[in-house]
């Protein structure tokens, strides 16, 4: 599947379509109309992304998620009412275009509801030729970069575990990410109750 760039001009066509698969998922932090499960086909998340802001420093990279080549993935679609496109864009360059280690692109989604329609979305997909692709990793170096990561958005470690968490809410499993997150909990075992936690 070809990967056409944005461009504004097509932005303000309609409403807009913004596909989660990460932190989008738990924490968009935009306004929208309507949140669908949907399926992307010809890319896979992973841990691909070395965090140099968000979740690392250049010192001590974090992992964060991109899209890769390759496979599918489920996540969440996004309507965003058309009088907030501009505004939404924005927010995600800000927020996802840090260092520009993902590419903006149109992708095609599958909606995972009733009507099962195609639409077309705003889409991040990670640039391979990027410093911070990471590439795939090892279990156990995703598990050493995520331990060390902190940055300006907090802990590596919440980050992995909060999106495992949205995708066990919508129903389904990603394995890699869950073996990581099994990990995490054997690293860092949540604390024991006290006679005082339910107050």
């Known amino acids: ?27 968009p932090g935009f306004e929208f109309i309507e949140r669908v499960p949907a ?6 998340r992973a841990l691909c992304v070395y965090s140099f802001v968000h979740r690392g420093t250049p010192e001590k990279p974090g992992l964060v998620l991109g899209l890769d080549r390759g496979g599918a993935c489920r996540g969440i679609a996004f309507r965003v009412a058309e009088k907030n496109s501009e505004a939404t864009i924005a927010y ?44 795939r990793l090892s ?30 809410a919508e129903g389904f499993r990603d394995s890699q990410l869950h073996r990581l997150a099994a990990m995490l909990h054997d690293q860092h075992p949540l604390p024991l109750p006290t006679e005082d936690s339910d107050r």
């Not at 927020?95 to 991040?124: D, F, G, I, M």
């Not at 060390?148 to 995708?167: E, F, L, P, W």
């Open 139 to 168: 279990l156990a170096e995703q598990l050493r970069h995520v331990l060390q990561g902190h940055g300006q958005s907090g802990v590596n470690r919440d980050y992995v575990i909060a999106t495992v968490k949205a995708i066990e």
């Open 92 to 135: 995600l360059r800000e927020r996802e275009q840090v260092t520009s280690v993902y590419r903006e692109v149109k992708r095609s989604l599958w909606l995972e509801n009733e009507a099962r329609q195609r639409v077309s979305a705003l889409v991040y997909v990670v640039d391979r030729g990027h410093v911070q692709y990471a590439g």
């Open 39 to 44: 399926r992307l086909i010809g890319e896979h």
């Open 1 to 27: 599947m070809s990967a056409i760039e944005f461009n504004d001009t097509e932005f303000s066509k309609g409403d807009l379509w913004v596909f989660g698969y990460g932190s989008l998922m738990w924490r």
